[in-house]
Every structure is written in structure tokens, then in C-alpha cells.
Nanobody
């Protein structure tokens, strides 16, 4: 079981940047592929980006390609999501989880992008 705590969200103007962090507990963090997910009002839950256990295989959802960057530091049990050129449609609650997602979710972090 991995416990997850997301942070770094906030209110930002369109075109701005945020860096999300996800601190994970558990000695086996480095063995998990990880993902960032988001839930926007009235929209389906979606995976935004994912990264394999070594950081070598990375996926981005089409709408964030070229703007978001996922990375991880296994020594710190942390996965990051650097978000640049933010758009109002990026407004959502962002969560991290393993990939595929486990049943154990953190509280998420709210990202609000104003136009």
C-alpha cells in the first residue's frame, strides 16, 4: 500500500505555471509506475501523464503535450508535474496514483486557472 499526499496547486492566471508534487510513503515506491490524474467539473476523470518506475517511459494526454512535464525522484519518494502555459481548461483537482491506479487516493490538489 502506498499513501499519497499531493501539493502545489493554487490559483494562477492563464499562461502561468505551477509545479505539483506528490509525496508517497512506503519502501516500494520506486517499483511503481506513477501517474497524474485530474477531475474537472462536469468532465470525466482522466490521466494527464504517467511515468514508469525508472523514469524512462513517459506518457502525456494530448491536450497537455508540450506544456506539462512529469518526473520523479525515487530517493525522495516523490513524483512531480510541472505545468506551464496553463489554460482555463486545465482547471481541475489533480491527483497522483500508481499507474494503473490503485484504490488508495490522496486528497488531491486544486488547480484553478483564470482567464
Amino acid at each position: 500500500q502506498v499513501q499519497l499526499v499531493e501539493s502545489g496547486g493554487g490559483l494562477v492566471q492563464a499562461g502561468g505555471s505551477l509545479r505539483l508534487s506528490c509525496a508517497a510513503s512506503g519502501r516500494t515506491f520506486s517499483s511503481y509506475d506513477m501517474g497524474w490524474y485530474r477531475q474537472a467539473p462536469g468532465k470525466e476523470f482522466e490521466v494527464v501523464a504517467s511515468i514508469d518506475w525508472s523514469g524512462g517511459i513517459i506518457y502525456y494526454e494530448d491536450s497537455v503535450k508540450g506544456r506539462f512535464s512529469i518526473s520523479r525522484d525515487n530517493a525522495k519518494n516523490t513524483v512531480y508535474l510541472q505545468m506551464n502555459s496553463l489554460k482555463p481548461e486545465d482547471t481541475a483537482i489533480y491527483y497522483c496514483n500508481t499507474n494503473p491506479a490503485s484504490v488508495y487516493w490522496g486528497q488531491g490538489t486544486q488547480v484553478t486557472v483564470s482567464s
